[in-house]
C-alpha cells in the first residue's frame, strides 16, 4: 500500500517548529536537518480501476533537533529503525559508540541515509 504526507503543517505554531529553523533552512538550503514528528492518518483514497488504497498521514507535530548530541541520537534510532525496516545489518549500539568514542568520528558527517 503507497503511503504519502499531506502538504500541510500544524496550523498551531506550538505544535510547529519548524518555524524555528526557517532561516537556518533558507541560509543553507543543502544542509540536512533532522526532526521528531508525530503523525496519524489523515484519510485513505482507493483507486477503484486497481482497488489499490493510498494512506495520507498528516504531521500532528514537528519538532527540529537542534542540539548537536541530541541529532547524534537521533541519527542512530534513524540508522536502527532503517535496519529494522530493511534487514540491513548496522553495528551494534555499544559497539558503535565505542568506536565512535575511539575514532571521534561524527556520524552525521557520514550519514546518507
Same mark, same amino acid.
Do not use: C, W
Given at each position: 500500500?503507497?503511503?504519502?504526507?499531506?502538504?500541510?503543517?500544524?496550523?498551531?505554531?506550538?505544535?510547529?517548529?519548524?518555524?524555528?529553523?526557517?532561516?537556518?533552512?533558507?541560509?543553507?538550503?543543502?544542509?540536512?536537518?533532522?526532526?521528531?514528528?508525530?503523525?496519524? /492518518?489523515?484519510?485513505?483514497? !482507493?483507486?477503484? $480501476?486497481?482497488?489499490?488504497?493510498?494512506?495520507? @498521514?498528516?504531521?500532528?507535530?514537528? &519538532?527540529?533537533?537542534?542540539?548537536?548530541?541530541?541529532?547524534?541520537?537521533?541519527?542512530?534510532?534513524?540508522?536502527?529503525?532503517?535496519?529494522?525496516? /530493511?534487514?540491513?545489518?548496522? !553495528?551494534?549500539? $555499544?559497539?558503535?559508540?565505542?568506536?565512535?568514542? @575511539?575514532?571521534?568520528?561524527?556520524? &552525521?558527517?557520514?550519514?546518507?541515509?
Amino acid at each position: 500500500m503507497p503511503a504519502k504526507f499531506s502538504s500541510s503543517l500544524p496550523a498551531d505554531r506550538s505544535f510547529n517548529g519548524m518555524h524555528a529553523i526557517a532561516e537556518d533552512m533558507t541560509s543553507e538550503p543543502r544542509a540536512m536537518h533532522y526532526a521528531i514528528v508525530a503523525f496519524d /492518518t489523515k484519510d485513505i483514497r !482507493l483507486n477503484t $480501476d486497481t482497488d489499490e488504497a493510498t494512506a495520507t @498521514a498528516r504531521i500532528r507535530r514537528i &519538532e527540529p533537533i537542534e542540539r548537536h548530541d541530541d541529532r547524534r541520537e537521533v541519527q542512530r534510532i534513524l540508522r536502527r529503525a532503517y535496519e529494522d525496516r /530493511t534487514g540491513e545489518t548496522v !553495528l551494534p549500539y $555499544d559497539l558503535e559508540n565505542e568506536l565512535h568514542d @575511539a575514532f571521534h568520528s561524527d556520524p &552525521e558527517d557520514n550519514d546518507h541515509k
